[in-house]
DNA sequence: ATACTGATTGTAACCATTCTTATTAAGTAA
DNA sequence: TTACTTAATAAGAATGGTTACAATCAGTAT
C-alpha cells in the first residue's frame, strides 16, 4: 500500500511536470490558453488510460456543465496539431487520445478492449527499409498489439 | 513494357491463386458462395489498393445495379471472420479493406493518404515481450508507418 | 413440392465527428 | 482602464460511415 502511493505520487509528480512543458510549449505557439483547453489537457495528463473525447466530455461536465462536446473536438486537434497528443483509431467507433507522446506502444484485449502500454526500443530500422522500399520521407509510425488480457483469459476459463 | 506486361500476369496468376485458395476455404466452412460474395472478393483480390466499402460498392455497381451497400458491409464481415480479409481503420471516417493478408505492412501517405505495402520480417519478438510485460495471450500485431510519398515531397517543392 | 436456412435489399436509425453562426472571452495597444 | 481585434466557445444542425431491421428471395434438404 505504502509502495502504491509512493509510485501515484511519483507518476503524479510526472505527469505534472510533462503537464507544464505542454502548456509551456504551447504558449511558444500562437495557441491561446482557456480554462476549457487546460482542463481537457489536465484530464489527458492525469489520465491513465486512453479516454474518449465522449469520456473526457463527460469527466469535465461537472466543472463545466455548459461546454460543448464539439470544444472538445476542436481543442484535442489543437493538441494533435501541436504534438502533444496522439489519436488513436482501432476498429471500434470511437477515437481514444493519448497524451503521452513518448515512444510507447499499446497492448490491447480483443475481447474487453483495454489498453496497456509498453515499451519497447529500435523500430528505428523499420522506418529506415520503409523509407528505401517506398520512397517516403517517413515522420513515425505505430504499432499495437492485439491479444487477451490476463482478466480476460481468467473469465473464458470461467 | 513487354517486361511490366509479364510482371501484370504473374501478379494476376498470383491473385487468381489466392483468390482460389480463399473460395476453397470458403467452402470448407459453411459460407454460401453467391454471385456478389464472388464479385467482392474477386474485385479485392485483383485490387492494386485498399478500397473503402463505398469504393467496392461504385466499382461493382455496373455489374450489380441493385446490390445493396448492406450487402457489401455484411460480406466483407463475413470474410474478415473467415480470415481471408483484413480491415485497416486510420484517422479518416471509413476503413479500408485489405486482402492480403499474409505477414506485410503499410507505409501511408500522410497528405494523400496512398498506401503503400512493405515486407518486414521479425515482429515476433515484439509480440512475446508484450506478452511478459502485460501478461497478455498475444494473437497479432499491426503496425504501421507515417510519412510523405514521393510524389507529394514533389509537390511540396513545387 | 414444401419447408428451412441463410442471403440480399432497401430503408431507417445510429452515432461520432464536423460545420455554422451568434456570442463571449482573450490579447493588445493606446 | 478602455476600446479594438481576433480567436474560442456554445448550441444545434448537418454530414457521412456503418449497422439494424423487416421483408423478400434463393438454394438445399427432406
Known amino acids: 500500500m505504502y509502495y502504491e ?3 501515484q505520487r511519483e507518476v503524479k509528480t510526472m505527469e505534472n511536470t510533462e503537464l507544464r512543458e505542454a502548456l509551456q510549449s504551447l504558449k511558444s ?3 491561446r490558453m482557456t480554462p476549457q483547453r487546460h482542463a481537457i489537457l489536465e484530464f489527458l495528463f492525469n489520465c491513465e488510460s486512453h479516454p474518449t473525447a465522449d ?3 463527460k469527466a469535465l461536465e461537472d466543472k463545466f456543465p ?3 462536446v464539439a470544444t472538445v473536438y ?3 486537434r489543437v493538441f494533435k496539431d501541436a504534438g502533444l497528443v496522439r489519436e488513436l483509431t482501432y476498429g471500434d467507433s470511437s477515437s481514444r487520445f493519448d497524451s503521452n507522446t513518448s515512444d510507447h506502444y499499446h497492448v490491447i484485449c480483443d475481447s474487453c478492449g483495454k489498453i496497456v502500454d509498453f515499451h519497447y526500443p529500435g523500430l528505428d530500422e523499420v522506418e529506415t527499409l520503409a523509407e528505401h522500399v517506398a520512397g ?3 515522420r513515425s509510425h505505430r504499432m499495437e498489439v492485439y491479444g487477451t488480457c490476463p482478466d480476460c483469459i481468467k473469465a473464458q476459463a470461467h
Open 66 to 68: 455548459n461546454m460543448s
Open 74 to 76: 476542436n481543442n484535442l
Open 136 to 138: 517516403f520521407r517517413v
Open 5 to 7: 502511493s509512493v509510485m
Open 55 to 57: 469520456d473526457i466530455y
Open 29 to 31: 505557439t500562437k495557441v
